[in-house]
């Protein structure tokens, strides 16, 4: 019969006939009452706690900029026109995301007084403090606490993670929503039950967010982890031998959570909590615009891409910037996961499916990733949650299981990170040592001397973990380490580059400009900052100057938003009133993109 995970054991069955995981020693006590609280339990107090920190200390304080203006921005015009089933971005439709994710900006607004910058970040980092909830849980059904605190901290630790979860984005609900359904898998296995409802409740709300991902990723995971559960012989032997029917119902067997009476009700009701708002906006406006989107983003992109074609071979490079600096790991802790993964002597042990557990989770989803004909470095944030468990078995696993070639990739992933920390140092020195002109005149540093009092302790931490090597010294340096240069990023470089970022400063200045003459501005080939404009009503947009040059002789405009590359051809009499800043450093495309504010007329 085949045996699944449910926690990091066999099921079991107990004296009642319910179906439990048997624990072991170290999770009861031998009267069978829960033991006291361990240190892995306060760890992973201090986990939770460290991660909000990270995730929401001045989440509000940077400007929105590039993809961060669709939330934003469809929430305030939600907001505006009381209609919560069409997004618009200045009047005009928007549904190149599902709706899930733009409602949970508005319901963050009550929050925050507004939509704003923290409103429209919120649910992204929420969702970040989330996952890294579900993985820690997930990872201790998979092995145990100590190791799912580890890959807690990795997550939350992981550059693009930490970044992506502090931007307005709907990515990490994504990978969140994912791990919610793989911790109840994994709790419960291939014993079906009522929670196959639950998650297919959950894939349709994940899916609700960015679209047909919240479905597709975790059951893909699950199905091929429930391929191999067993080890690549069995598949093999199943697959090769017998009947097209023995075949079918081995596969069936091994996929019960998928094939059962439960499934029945779970899949309408799924199809039901997901389609529902399409079809309101369909009755309300005619349009089935939100159906086509999700053609097109989810399934025209995968397999006949518009746009974002990167290069097959992104993803294998991709992944170490994603998750520096705990990256610099991953060779070893993929040497090990493989090889503990195959090991024929634990061929039906708990541990050996645990592994496999974890390759298929991660396996499954990069190549995925990799096979999709649109590629952006992004799009594999839901790979990064199986890495993080891989790097974390490194520091929890026997030192017994620890083979050679995988310490010394530890050691040398060790020494790298140890590098790169040392000449991060080198940013203290004034840039006109260092660079030509015009990078030479970039600002300074901000708050040099937290830079310089967070690179002393995580440099004392390498010496610390130099002199006296262990895994356990070196997990405490790379996560101080890593911790304390995130947080300086985030709660000093980030908010003190704004002052280069002109967008915002540009929206205020023209309103305070055109004052009352909000009816007589209108924009040429871009699209206006309307989030920081604020305004009622859409901004007229022209994209021919036949049609810019007509607006004017009727006598309709007065104010005009252009880009800088733009200026000489609009062909109307008119001077620049206002320009978006631009520095040395800038580059040529960068400099034309820049927004200008004319006057028309004389």
């Known amino acids: 019969m085949h045996q699944v995970i449910a926690g990091s054991q066999e099921l079991a069955p107990t004296r009642k006939g319910r179906v439990e995981p048997e624990r072991s020693a170290g999770e009861v006590a031998s009267n069978g009452e829960s033991l006291p609280v361990t240190y892995s339990h306060w760890a992973f107090v201090a986990l939770v706690a460290l991660t909000m920190i990270l995730y929401l200390v001045r989440l509000g304080t940077r400007a929105l900029w590039a993809s961060e203006f669709r939330w934003g921005e469809v929430a305030r015009e939600m907001l505006l026109s009381g209609n919560y089933f069409w997004p618009t971005i200045n009047g005009k439709v928007y549904f190149d995301k599902p709706l899930g994710s733009y409602w949970l900006v508005v319901a963050s607004a009550w929050i925050t007084g507004g939509v704003n910058e923290a409103a429209t970040r919120l649910p992204s980092a929420l969702a970040g403090m989330l996952a890294v909830v579900m993985l820690v849980l997930l990872t201790r059904h998979l092995y145990d606490l100590r190791t799912g605190v580890i890959a807690g901290l990795v997550l939350a630790t992981s550059f693009s993670f930490a970044f992506w979860s502090r931007n307005a984005s709907a990515d990490v609900e994504t990978v969140a929503g994912m791990l919610a359904v793989l911790l109840i898998f994994a709790s419960r296995g291939q014993r079906a039950g009522w929670w196959v409802i639950t998650i297919w409740s959950i894939m349709a709300l994940t899916s609700l967010m960015k679209g047909l991902l919240g479905f597709v990723l975790p059951i893909l995971v699950i199905c091929v982890y429930s391929c191999i559960a067993n080890g690549w012989q069995e598949l093999a032997l199943h697959l090769r031998h017998g009947t097209l029917g023995e075949r079918i119902s081995w596969l069936t067997e091994q996929n019960r959570w998928l094939f059962n009476r439960y499934t029945v009700p779970a899949v309408p009701l799924a199809a039901i909590i997901y389609l529902v708002p399409f079809a309101v906006s369909l009755c309300n406006t005619g349009s089935a615009k939100g159906l086509y989107m999700v053609y097109r983003e989810n399934i025209q992109r995968y397999f006949a891409p518009f746009d974002h074609r990167g290069p097959i071979y992104l993803y294998v490079y991709v992944i170490f910037l994603l998750m520096a600096p705990w990256s610099a790991l991953l060779p070893a802790a993929m040497v090990h996961a493989h090889s503990s993964g195959s090991d024929a002597a634990s061929e039906e042990s708990r541990l050996a499916k645990a592994n496999r557990f974890v390759l ?7 190549i995925f990733f990799t096979l999709s004909g649109s590629r952006r470095s992004y799009y594999i944030l839901p790979v990064l949650p199986a890495a993080a468990i ?9 030192s017994r299981m620890i083979g050679k070639l995988t310490g010394l990739l530890l050691k040398v992933g060790f020494c790298s990170f140890a590098v790169l920390v040392t000449g991060s140092g080198i940013v203290l020195t004034p840039v006109q040592r260092l660079l030509p002109y015009p990078y030479s005149v970039l600002p300074a540093l901000p708050a040099q001397k937290i830079f310089l009092v967070s690179w002393i302790i995580s440099m004392a931490t390498i010496v610390f973990a130099s002199t006296n090597y262990s895994r356990r010294r070196v997990l405490l340096s790379f996560g101080v380490s ?34 009352a003459h909000e009816d007589e501005l209108a924009a040429f080939r871009t699209q206006p900052p309307v989030f920081y404009l604020g305004l009622a009503h859409p901004i007229p947009q022209y994209d021919s100057t036949s049609e810019l040059g007509s607006a004017v002789r009727d006598g309709h405009l007065r104010w005009l938003i252009v880009r800088r590359r733009d200026v000489g051809s609009i062909n109307v009499a008119g001077y620049a009133a206002l320009s978006e800043p631009v520095y040395p450093w800038d580059s040529a495309q960068h400099r034309g993109n820049s927004l200008v504010l004319m006057r028309l007329g004389g």
């Open 482 to 515: 890593s911790y304390l240069f995130l947080s300086y990023l985030f709660f000093v470089a980030m908010p003190a580059g704004d002052r280069w970022r002109g967008e915002k400063q540009f929206a205020k200045a023209t309103r305070q400009l055109i004052g």
């Open 360 to 366: 298929a989770f991660f396996w499954s989803l990069f």
């Open 390 to 398: 891989m790097v974390a078995r490194l520091f929890a696993s026997d």
